[in-house]
């Protein structure tokens, strides 16, 4: 886990555009809180290979967020029995159902759909409030952590190892 959050913050620190790292993150929501064996999470994943997010951020996302999912998931099956059972939303449902497409969806399970509906929410949510993020921590704190103690004690440490390798 150290080692995740290590490759996060280089690529907070990276060449990345924040979009990059902002799409990573909510897409990681996505598939972090539905169920992981959904038809829609094959997309996102199809999505996140395709848009050349940082795939260290939207691995690190899952892991937390299906840890979430987990505490959320009574709130989720709430939510899909809800608007699975809403009477003015029945029209769509059977609609739906009578598509293969629909019926393979996985939308019919009160915690995939809650879930789904949840995690584009928080996703909506977390981008730009990630790309905002981003973008405010490489103008004003980027910097003065390449300048601190730390990072140059890091950089030194890297450049004896490399040293030390090649002597031998």
Do not use: C
């Amino acid at each position: 886990m150290l080692q995740l959050l290590a490759r996060l913050l280089k690529a907070l620190n990276s060449e990345n555009s924040p979009a990059q790292l902002a799409g990573a993150l909510a897409l990681g929501v996505v598939v972090g809180m539905t169920p992981l064996w959904s038809p829609h999470n094959l997309l996102v994943f199809l999505l996140a290979l395709v848009l050349r997010i940082n795939l260290t951020t939207f691995l690190l996302a899952w892991g937390l967020f299906t840890g979430l999912a987990f505490l959320l998931d009574p709130w989720f099956h709430a939510l899909g029995l809800a608007l699975l059972t809403s009477e003015a939303l029945r029209s769509l449902w059977t609609a739906l159902y009578n598509t293969a497409p629909g019926r393979l969806s996985g939308l019919f399970n009160t915690v995939t759909l809650g879930s789904l509906l949840a995690s584009l929410a928080a996703a909506g949510v977390l981008f730009p409030a990630t790309l905002w993020a981003v973008r405010r921590y490489r103008r004003h704190v980027l910097e003065r952590v390449r300048r601190s103690r730390i990072m140059t004690f890091l950089r030194a440490n890297r450049l004896y190892r490399l040293y030390a390798e090649l002597r031998g």
